[in-house]
């Protein structure tokens, strides 16, 4: 989110990607850009979205990058996962499954519209619609109602959620179908934004041109090269900007945008790649940054392919122990990742160490464990991956430790950006595994298995399916309290390695950094730079 604001693969509900796509500039090929842009105006590395923007449409970490600057739902996390209320004045509840939500009086949207209930629910009526074919639309399926609009098959029955419910102007109720004790964590999603009524004139045109109520306002989009966004001066929010605007940059290589933040031509970059890690602390001095942050990096194999389906456990527990990921860390990582010994990385409710040797190189008994599971079929299989992201040398070296180990052939599928490898999942296109990359939406364990291994969830790319899986997950869901909703999840946590819907391999750290021209560079929650933040000298 991150989602991801994860986006994610999100904030969403969000992907890592560790760098953008084609760059903007003067065109030489090598990502250089003339200056930095319009005076005031700050420039990171994030590139082209997969998906028009729209919030319920977006969950990868590049639209989300702009999602963020241009929306803003009612609320969102601390640094240190805290609840901070943005566009709500409060959300409470009594019992779990009717939930109050009060908005601050006075928002508006950047074409003058004030922000109200009807702004939430109608837009929220329309993310759910199955007509409207919303990537994130799941992400209402606690909704009363939602089945009326969004049913498995057919034509809605509805165009509206029961649940929802305007009690004046800037209060509504959220009627959920069970109690869920952390349902208020879900709402720091982008996904939940409000939309104006311009929107439902021509959401098409729209999703080119957005209109918020974010931070910023749109200014231009030059596809493949550049997004542009102005500080709205009227935002009445706690990030409200600091700086005169921010220039999303492409970039084809994560190489060029730090060749560009060295010569000054890049104010920021989110992840610096393989090759200059060992010198960026040294090459960026106070500007480098190297913390912590709520995401996880898997290999989860499709299980809808030849190679994957109907796969034994064993098998992939085997190629989990045969990843040597101490060593891959510390040598073609240069430190920057810690390996995972869970499904859910530090820094969200719930993060527990798994008691099992399953994510413990051995390769002894990982060659065990693949032969009592009845092997690779062909012994052989693949691990898609965007090549702008600085992953090539690290799935090939997962690859060499694995075939090391278990004599079992691994071989990279390298999709030249990270728009082509998400369109590859969405359309069932794995031949093998790919590249997981999970930051938190929320700050709950929950969010690292409902929203990735759960049957109906839309990430879940690996169309990973178990019904004892999706019963605990159902019933941790409908736990009394948040404390043992975190329990129970942590319960399903430990279930899954008897099932391996994906092989953990690490928990990321940021490694990026800012130029000179800049001032207050933080990282929040999610592993994102706070554009909003930032000043300029």
Same mark, same amino acid.
Not at 60 to 82: C, M, P
Not at 181 to 195: E, M
């Given at each position: 989110m991150r989602g991801a604001k994860s986006a994610k693969w999100v904030a969403g509900a969000i992907v890592v990607a560790l760098a953008a796509t084609a760059c903007g500039g003067d065109g030489d090929g090598e990502g250089k850009s003339k200056g930095s842009g319009p005076a005031g105006y700050v420039s990171i590395d994030v590139g082209e979205p997969q998906k028009p923007? !729209?919030? =319920?449409?977006?969950?990868?970490? *590049?639209?989300?990058?702009? !999602?963020? =600057?241009?929306?803003?739902?009612? *609320?969102?996390?601390?640094?240190?996962?805290?609840?901070?209320?943005?566009n709500a004045e409060s959300v409470t509840t009594k019992d779990s499954k009717t939930w109050t939500v009060k908005l601050k009086k006075g928002w508006k949207f950047h074409n003058g519209e004030e922000v109200t209930s009807k702004s939430y629910i109608d837009a929220w009526n329309w993310y759910a619609n199955i007509k409207n074919k919303q990537q994130n639309s799941f992400w209402f399926q606690d909704i009363k109602g939602y089945d009326d609009v969004h049913p498995e098959k057919g034509e809605p029955k509805a165009d509206t959620m029961s649940g929802l419910k305007a009690v004046d102007d800037h209060t509504f109720t959220i009627e959920l179908?069970?109690?869920?004790?952390?349902?208020?964590?879900?709402?720091?999603?982008?996904?939940?934004?409000?939309?104006?009524?311009?929107f439902y004139d021509d959401p098409k045109a729209f999703g080119q041109k957005p209109v918020g109520n974010g931070p910023y306002k749109f200014e231009k989009w030059d596809h493949k090269k550049l997004i542009q966004v102005k500080a709205w001066d009227e935002y009445q929010g706690p990030n409200k900007a600091k700086n005169k605007g921010v220039l999303f940059k492409n970039y084809t290589t994560v190489e060029a945008a730090y060749k560009d933040l060295v010569s000054g031509n890049l104010d920021m970059i989110r992840q610096v790649g393989p090759t200059d890690l060992p010198k960026y602390k040294q090459d960026l001095g106070d500007g480098a940054i190297d913390q912590p942050y709520a995401a996880i990096q898997t290999l989860t194999p499709a299980f809808y392919s030849k190679t994957f389906k109907d796969i034994d456990p064993k098998v992939l527990q085997g190629l989990s122990m045969a990843i040597d990921r101490d060593t891959i860390t510390k040598t073609v990582l240069n430190n920057t990742r810690v390996p995972a010994k869970g499904f859910t990385p530090p820094g969200v409710k719930g993060y527990q160490n798994l008691d099992t040797d399953v994510f413990t190189y051995n390769p002894a008994k990982a060659k065990q464990l693949i032969k009592e599971g009845g092997g690779v079929p062909g012994n052989k299989f693949t691990v898609q991956y965007n090549a702008d992201g600085g992953h090539k040398e690290w799935v090939t070296a997962v690859c060499e430790s694995i075939r090391k180990a278990t004599g079992v052939d691994c071989v990279g599928d390298p999709k030249p950006d990270f728009a082509t490898d998400l369109e590859a999942r969405d359309n069932d296109q794995v031949k093998g595994m790919y590249r997981g990359g999970w930051v938190a939406d929320y700050p709950v364990n929950a969010n690292f298995m409902k929203e990735l291994y759960h049957t109906t969830a839309e990430a879940n790319n690996g169309r990973f399916s178990n019904k004892e899986i999706d019963s605990l997950m159902n019933k941790a869901d409908n736990a009394k309290s948040l404390d043992e909703s975190v329990k129970a999840f942590q319960e399903v946590e430990k279930k899954l390695v008897d099932y391996m819907p994906a092989i953990p391999l690490w928990y990321y750290r940021i490694n990026g950094g800012h130029g000179k021209n800049v001032d207050n560079v933080n990282v929040d929650f999610h592993g994102d730079l706070e554009v909003w933040g930032v000043t300029t000298k």
């Open positions: 923007l !729209i919030p =319920a449409d977006t969950n990868e970490t *590049l639209g989300s990058y702009v !999602i963020q =600057a241009l929306f803003t739902q009612l *609320l969102d996390f601390d640094s240190k996962g805290e609840i901070v209320y943005t179908k069970y109690t869920m004790p952390y349902f208020n964590y879900k709402l720091g999603y982008t996904t939940w934004a409000p939309l104006p009524k311009a």
